[in-house]
């Protein structure tokens, strides 16, 4: 049980940091940052394309290790390899989501796009 609640204190600690980053990254993309510019050229919609890959790739590997991870630990709660995929798949949705709000912050500082582009991601 001690190796459960380690695991949940770490991926705890991740979540919490990743979370912290996103609003670090949105200061940074503000620093002496003009109005930007809020037409959608090819780079922005490449850049939407490659969110949306994210997202979506990202939910179908936390998805599939995590429906591995259940069926196994059905079977014996106490599986280290198991509890090693339902971790890797937490941290997998995670840093997806995590990249969701690098993207943003690629439009804004490297596209020049306007606040509202860089926040609809």
Do not use: N, Y
């Amino acid at each position: 049980m001690s190796e459960i609640s380690s695991t949940l204190r770490k991926l705890r600690l991740i979540q919490l940091a990743l979370i912290a980053v996103i609003p670090i990254l949105g200061w940074v993309a503000e620093i002496d940052r003009r109005r930007g510019s809020s037409d959608w050229t090819l780079q922005h919609w490449l850049v939407a394309g490659l969110t949306l890959w994210a997202v979506l790739g990202g939910v179908r590997i936390r998805h599939r290790l995590l429906r591995r991870s259940g069926e196994a630990l059905k079977k014996d709660a106490s599986d280290p390899k198991a509890l090693r995929q339902w971790e890797a798949g937490q941290v997998v949705g995670l840093a997806m989501a995590e990249s969701v709000a690098v993207w943003g912050l690629l439009v804004r500082m490297v596209l020049g796009g306007a606040l509202w582009q860089a926040l609809s991601f």
